[in-house]
């Protein structure tokens, strides 16, 4: 209706709009060039921006942007993510069946990365769309997950830099 009456082509600010036909602002463009630098580097990065601002829009982008080849881009929404359902969904994503207590699924992911790594040479990207519906518990759980990235690759010789990440 109001589409001819613009004539527009299509209905603006829907969830499906093409990746390809996305405007293609500076800050997007911004924004994607410093997501994939920390997919590069195996960071951590925190998206933040007003209500449909584009956010997960960018994400989207993002997904569509990284090789295949090189990234494995598993992506999590759930206002009530518990860590338990954070490994259950990171295992399904990966086509395993999670084991059922938490200690034991955060392992199996642990050993279901190193093999990617290991054997198809891929890098894991973990996006938390609505992350600021994460309870304490939760957050505490991701600073877990990146403690024991850093200590897992822990050299000894690299000592400055772990401890200037710390
Ligand atoms: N670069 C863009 N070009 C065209 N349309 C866009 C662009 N970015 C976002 N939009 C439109 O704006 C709408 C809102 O964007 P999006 O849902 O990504 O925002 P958000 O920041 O994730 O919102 P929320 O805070 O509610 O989660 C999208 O449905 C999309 O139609
Ligand atoms: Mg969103």
Known sequence: MFESFYDLERTPFSRDIPT?????????????GR???TAQRQMFAV????????????????KETLDTSRFMVMY???SKLTP???YKGLLEQLGC???FYRGDAKRQ???EIELMQG?????????????????????EEVRFLLNFKMDAQFNPGRTKRTLGTA
């Open 20 to 32: 390809d036909q996305l405007y293609q602002s500076h800050m997007l463009e911004e924004t994607l």
């Open 84 to 86: 338990r359902h954070f």
């Open 109 to 111: 992911l642990h050993k």
């Open 119 to 139: 054997i198809h040479h891929l890098q894991p990207v973990v996006i938390v769309d609505e992350a600021h519906l994460l309870d304490k518990e939760m957050l």
């Open 35 to 37: 997501l994939e630098y």
């Open 97 to 99: 069946e999670a084991k």
């Open 76 to 78: 999590l929404a759930d």
């Open 47 to 62: 998206l933040t921006g007003d209500c449909g601002t584009g956010k997960t829009t960018t994400i989207r982008k993002l």
